[in-house]
């Protein structure tokens, strides 16, 4: 049985992800790449679908647990009634190589360990013929996919697993390389482990350690970055928005998603969190990600894609995995990627237009590509779509959806670029014009004047946080402020903002999940908007709270059960969590300058 959510860290390599449980065992791995198929999938399932667990015999063993600073390098020290001992675990950043590199150092008396590897391929089901080679090496086929484990410790084969018991000195080094390979094509070349080490702590300190300082949020928006950093997919410049699938929104519910591929949408929160943190050439990356991916007719627009911009994202269950704690289906591919999503749009346009206006260059086709998309965007922004929330139920004319478009059309209006004709500028300054009264018209409740989810509907939306956010209207203007006070008393569960009300039926799925922590960290947003800093330090701190003793987050947090939910580490909610901590900063910096001047024109 897996553990809970928080109980994993991540490693990788940006091109795949492993999580390792606080006991040593690691419990989901995909290769070559985030999207591919897992070999290591005890995460829905059981240690027969594939493990890989190095731990102490000692049964009273505890541990404790922490990244090399600055690095997605994962040292795990154990203390036994005979001694102690670190397990360094990480993927190898080293040419194109996949893996993971473990070595096991003793550091007092003698510890004795035991290991277990369980390969099983393509999501667990495929068990692989497994040999050991002349040269020590252990070698598990099956089908296209290779895996070759090197180490001085010899495994034997036993009930399908290849099993060892080994001891570990002070001043000794065991090493463990098990490397991916397709096994038609020649044997990876073997990975010499501590030098592996040296150069991947080196290429994740020296990316570390160019982030902007957030003041005394600099360590967690660090490590936040560096897990976003970890989620990026190098060849290309895609980011994932987790690297596992199914893991429930609710446990044993049906709320179970597969999130290995990019959503186009988080290009406007991403590319401001990496513009604030000073990485240019990772928002320059993304963005070009963004710009192949959407190449194309705008009808034809996805909300998401895979990690090189492929379109077809088919979804299809696994029966044979019994998913996290039960929690069926376990899904592979995303029928999102098939649904009608307004607000992306908006969310594209804004993008762009926050790169261009954070020294990010555009190219020059990109005023020609906006302008297409527009124009199939006015023809378009008053049908009803599935919304940000991806629903499965009927489209609906929502109204973050609404503001999105508004924000397309606005954003675009506002840009100073050479040579475009003038009467395009005004005529998308008349559609945002236009979109702006509308969603005032049929968007807010006629009796206690806040926004609601849909036109026509009497429900509250998280989503609607992000109409401060968008500058939609002033943030002292009645309806936000009745917004928020509104999601404060009707979204708000044990301190914490879920998107909606389940119970309502609206997104065609069975009730329950936890509360969503990105929108949690919008709430933080807002308070600073509205001059309500306290309020924002208090809720950022409830929030950052719940990050795991490595500082990762998940999609959602239900603090009935005080438990992690959804996949698992979550792009989204570090994203949020980054802005939020700039947003913090930012307002009391220019608070500190307005104190500064009003303290120089009082001894003027």
Known sequence: MAARIEDYAMIGNCRSAALVRRDGSIDWMCVPRFDAAACFAALLGTDEHGRWLIAPHDAEATSTRSYIDGSLVLETVWTTSTGRARVVDFMPIVGDAVGIVRIVEGLEGRVDFGTDLVIRFDYGCSIPWVVRQEDGSTRAVAGPDLLILRSPVELEGKDFHSVADFAVNAGESIPFVLTYGQSHLPAPDPIDAADALEKTTAFWEEWSSRCNGTGEWSDIVRRSLITLKGLSYLPTGGLVAAPTTSLPEHIGGSRN???????????????????????????????????????????????????????????????????????????????????????????????????????????????????????????????????????????????????????????????????????????????????????????????????????????????????????????????????????????????????????????????????????????????????????????????????????????????????????????????????????MTHAKSATADVHRGESVAQRA
């Open 257 to 583: 998603w597969d999130y290995r591929f990019c959503w186009a949408r988080d290009a406007t929160y991403m590319l401001t969190a990496l513009v604030n943190a000073g990485y240019h050439d990772e928002a320059a990356a993304w963005r070009d990600w963004v710009r192949r991916a959407i190449a194309g007719t705008p009808g034809q627009l996805q909300v998401l894609y895979g990690l090189a911009g492929e379109r077809r994202m088919h979804e299809h269950e696994l029966d044979f995995l019994p998913g996290y704690e039960n929690s069926r289906p376990v899904r592979i591919g995303n029928a999102a990627a098939e649904q009608f999503q307004l607000d992306i749009f908006g969310e594209l346009v804004g993008a762009f237009d926050h790169a261009l206006r954070n020294g990010v260059n555009m190219k020059p086709e990109d005023d020609s590509v906006q302008a297409v998309f527009l124009d199939h965007l006015a023809g378009i922004w008053r049908t009803p779509d599935e919304g940000i929330w991806e629903i499965r139920g009927e489209p609906q004319h929502f109204v973050h959806s609404k503001v999105m478009a508004w924000l397309a059309f606005r954003r675009a209006a506002d840009q100073v670029r050479d040579g475009r004709d003038p009467a395009l500028t005004a005529r998308w300054a008349e559609l945002a014009d236009e979109i702006h009264a509308d969603i005032l018209a049929n968007g807010v409740h006629p009796e206690h004047g806040y926004f609601v989810q849909a036109y026509g509907s009497e429900h509250l939306d998280a989503s609607l946080l992000l109409v401060t956010l968008t500058d939609f209207l002033p943030p002292d203007d009645p309806r936000v402020l009745k917004t928020i006070e509104a999601i404060e008393t009707n979204l708000m569960v044990g301190g914490f903002v879920r998107r909606y009300h389940t119970q309502t039926g609206v997104d065609g799925l069975p009730p329950g999940e936890g509360e969503f922590l990105p929108c949690s960290f919008w709430l933080v947003e807002n308070f600073v908007a509205t001059g309500r800093h306290e309020d924002a330090r208090e809720l950022f701190l409830r929030l950052v709270g719940l990050c795991n003793d490595v500082g990762l987050l998940a999609e959602e947090y239900d603090p009935r059960s005080k438990r992690l939910l959804g996949n698992f580490p979550q792009a989204f909610s570090h994203v949020a969590l980054v802005n939020a901590a700039f947003s």
